[in-house]
């Protein structure tokens, strides 16, 4: 069964700024998101560090908008796993797009919205490749993960 282990923070960043390629609003990590999965009968783990900018679903306002409705917000976190997840190259893209329908339906999305979604993303082999600042897994002063940093995946033992 996937889960959120900690459900961390998904903020808007003020002033408001965009990404020029789709004009979509930019969103920073302000909690650390950790979630927990199987991909090919193997328990695993994904955290995502404070810092991390991402843009989120790819699709225009009022959807967004529903989809945060239905959600509670919580959908934004499957998005940022995914965006993140795209971007590091040590993870299979197929991976990273079943994290999303995982986390998808951790967060409740409906059925008819999850299934619109994965079906986007599932076929492409388009990563999310656009610059993030100090992109490296290294720890912070206060020992927090760096921006868009430690993305760790684990595998969990079976108890």
């Known amino acids: 069964m996937s889960r959120f282990i900690e459900r961390g923070t998904v903020e808007k960043l003020v002033p408001k700024q965009r ?3 789709r004009n979509l609003r ?17 328990t695993k783990r994904i955290s995502l560090g404070i810092g991390g900018y991402v843009d989120l ?4 306002w009022f959807f967004r908008f529903l989809i945060d409705l239905f959600t509670g917000g ?5 998005f940022a796993l995914h965006d993140i997840g795209c971007q590091c190259h040590d993870l299979d893209k197929r991976e990273v797009d079943h994290i999303l329908n995982e986390a998808m339906r951790a967060a409740e ?3 008819w ?5 994965y079906a986007s993303v599932r076929g492409s082999e388009i990563r999310n490749n656009w610059p993030q600042p100090e992109y ?3 720890l912070r ?11 760790t995946v684990e595998v969990v033992e079976a108890e």
């Open 109 to 111: 999305v409906p059925g």
């Open 113 to 117: 919205m999850r299934e619109r979604i």
């Open 19 to 21: 990404r020029s390629a």
């Open 26 to 42: 930019i969103w920073r990590i302000g909690g650390r998101i950790v979630f927990e999965y199987e991909w090919e009968g193997v």
């Open 74 to 78: 919580m959908a934004r976190r499957a």
């Open 141 to 151: 002063e206060d020992g927090l993960p760096g921006m868009f940093a430690e993305v």
């Open 136 to 138: 490296k897994p290294v």
């Open 57 to 60: 679903a790819s699709t225009n």
